[in-house]
């Protein structure tokens, strides 16, 4: 039988029940109870229900809903069932989740509370599923009565089912990123790509059933695969934050006494800003992974302070292979991008293969830039209904299967990877190349602040016009300072036209700082001027 995400679930109820496996909103449920509501889930998807098979195999079952506890058992159940599952954030805009719907033919929609609040805008769409598993099952009917719901909290109570027994290419779930032509990339992960996944990254964090997880992450951002399904194969538990209270952060982390922190950099960046991170306030934690972002030093030091008894392991990978490929682990002092102040993301994890290539698809000798290039066993079956896309961004080498991120790196004599940023993150100033990971790399030494963002800014006609660089933190380094400071670091065309000083960074829904927002921002205070 191929890997089932339910299956440390299922096997855990046996040998461990009385132990907490998720926490959320002030309850826990043990393994027992995570295992028996999604037991009870798969009798209604699998029973109740006929699981019809999309175009691409299985049945896809679309997930509304953030971080909780009926997130995981819909995850849960939808596994143990036989579906593929498909996280849609319940914030999503309502043209984006009926594309969607209708791109993934889901023949089943389960909200949690959050969720349930946008079933009204989700079920407008004339692809929406005709079953419809939510703690508020009245919302569905007052909205479409054609539609069947099913109350999540109150389901048949019947004898666990078997576990569904995918094949390796079956597909566990389709997450989707955002497109360059506005269309949402569906990324199709298969059962043989999740499976490895989960064991690799088991082992590579090495947690036990005593560690305790912090969840701060949206369903929709795949690192939300690792939080749940490496702490529930250690047998340990997940405590979830909700996002109205994300800035307590550390807070939750003592009260619950964590042991392992999971989160982008940017968060750290925040909580400091808000002078959460206090020295020593994190002295239970043995363990922090920071994913998504690149790691600075300067987040790094704040972090330690915090959490002096901690290992940090940066890791690095896209939603296309499979949640991360690449890592460094980080004891005493890591290793450093020359002329940044970011991490390197240090070398392949098992299973995975990592190199950087030329412009002609061979790979680049030590110390030359190119692009970072994926392969292995994790990597996407390719892109929902996509082939041209999938072709392209998943060719064939050698007799090799890679992904091309699209991210710059070079690697080190030592053979170490140095992540240098998007591809795409290079604008053209004015006919200049100017990289924006390089400006804010510089920009986060000489302020010592860890948010920091450079925008082209503004444009007109498709042409990038200046550059203007954003920061959030203590405004301690006059703009005079800093812009003396930069000038002998970088050429005049890569210099900002000006800094803006926000109190409130914006970050999207996975923690990462989005510049978009930040373009806007600028593109409002300009018309109000």
């Not at 596994?79 to 999503?92: D, H, N, Q, R, S």
């Not at 002609?360 to 079956?381: C, D, H, I, K, M």
Request: hydrophobic share 45%; aromatic share 6%.
């Amino acid at each position: 039988m191929a890997f089932n995400l339910a299956k440390h679930v299922q096997q855990r109820a046996v040998i461990d029940p009385a132990r907490i496996a998720v926490t959320g909103d002030g309850t826990a449920i043990d393994y027992r109870e995570l295992a028996r509501r999604a037991a009870n889930l798969a009798h209604v998807l699998r029973g109740d229900f006929a699981l019809q098979p999309a175009r691409m195999g299985r049945p896809c079952v679309g997930v509304m809903a953030s971080r909780s506890i009926d997130a995981c058992v819909a995850v849960l159940g939808c596994a143990w069932a036989g579906a593929t599952y498909v996280p849609i954030a319940p914030k999503t805009p309502e043209e984006r989740a009926h594309r969607i719907m209708s791109m993934c033919e889901l023949t089943a929609l389960i909200a949690d509370e959050q969720g349930s609040r946008a079933l009204p805008r989700a079920l407008n769409a004339a692809a929406a599923p005709r079953l419809v598993i939510t703690p508020n099952p009245d919302r569905v009917h007052n909205c479409r009565p054609d539609v069947r719901a099913i109350d999540l909290h109150a389901l048949p109570e019947r004898d666990p089912p078997p576990l569904y027994s995918f094949a390796p290419s079956d597909l566990a779930y389709i997450m989707f990123t955002s497109g360059t032509t506005g269309t949402p990339k569906g990324v199709m992960i298969s059962q043989a790509a999740a499976g490895a996944f989960v064991e690799m990254i088991g082992e590579r964090l090495g947690l036990g059933s005593q560690d305790r997880m912090l969840e701060v992450t949206e369903l929709s951002f795949d690192v939300s695969v690792m939080n749940m399904f490496a702490t529930w194969r250690a047998g340990a538990s997940l405590h979830t934050l909700p996002a109205v209270r994300v800035m307590n952060a550390v807070g939750f982390a003592r009260e619950q006494r964590l042991t392992v922190w999971s989160s982008t950099p940017s968060l750290v960046a925040l909580l400091r800003q808000v002078k959460a991170l206090t020295p020593n306030a994190l002295p239970d934690l043995r363990l922090a992974i920071f994913i998504g972002e690149p790691l600075s030093k300067t987040t790094l030091a704040v972090f330690r302070e915090a959490a002096p008894s901690c290992v940090i392991e940066d890791l690095y990978g896209p939603t296309e292979t499979t949640v991360v490929n690449t890592g460094q682990r980080i004891t005493n002092s890591g290793v450093l991008t020359p002329q940044r102040d970011v991490f390197s993301i240090g070398t392949a994890l098992p299973g995975n293969r990592a190199e950087v290539l030329d412009a002609a698809g061979r790979v680049a000798q030590r110390g030359q830039v190119g692009e970072l290039a994926l392969s292995g066993v994790q990597l996407a079956e390719g892109y929902l209904g996509a082939p041209e896309l999938t072709a392209r961004r998943f060719p064939m080498l050698d007799g090799v299967r890679w992904y091309l991120t699209g991210d710059a790196a070079f690697r080190d004599e030592d053979g170490l990877l140095h992540h240098l940023g998007r591809i795409d993150n290079q604008v053209k100033i004015l006919g200049n190349r100017v990289e924006l990971e390089e400006i804010e790399a510089h920009v986060r030494e000489l302020t010592n602040t860890a948010l920091v963002a450079a925008v082209p800014w503004p444009t007109h006609d498709g042409v990038h016009h200046g550059l203007v660089v954003c920061l959030s933190g203590d405004h301690s380094v006059s703009d005079t300072e800093l812009m003396s400071g930069l000038s002998a670091r970088v050429p005049a065309y890569m210099l900002p036209s000006r800094f803006e000083w926000i109190a409130d960074m914006p970050v999207n829904q996975n923690g990462k700082v989005d510049r978009r927002a930040l373009v806007e921002r600028l593109n409002v205070a300009a018309a109000a001027e």
